[in-house]
């Protein structure tokens, strides 16, 4: 699960496989699979990071 922020300052945990796209826009826009769009106070690049960081951990853990 990813971390991520509402702008509202709430916490939200998002499985990443639901992910369809991420845009900076300016604000960071995630809309996921069944179109639903979330706001979040990280950037783009943040959310791109989180994303490589479990896809790397699930690999790992996959491998053992």
Same mark, same amino acid.
């Given at each position: 699960? *990813? +971390?991520? #922020? &509402? *702008? /509202?300052?709430? #916490?939200?945990? =998002?499985?990443?496989?639901?992910?369809?796209?991420? %845009?900076?826009?300016?604000?960071?826009?995630?809309?996921?699979? #069944?179109? %639903?769009?979330?706001?979040? /106070?990280? +950037?783009?690049? %943040?959310?791109? %990071? *989180?994303?490589?960081? &479990?896809?790397? =951990?699930?690999?790992?853990?996959?491998?053992?």
């Amino acid at each position: 699960m *990813l +971390t991520l #922020t &509402y *702008l /509202s300052g709430a #916490t939200v945990y =998002l499985n990443p496989d639901v992910i369809k796209t991420v %845009e900076a826009t300016p604000d960071t826009v995630i809309t996921l699979q #069944t179109g %639903e769009k979330l706001l979040v /106070s990280e +950037t783009a690049r %943040e959310v791109r %990071e *989180l994303f490589m960081d &479990y896809q790397r =951990l699930i690999r790992q853990q996959t491998a053992l």
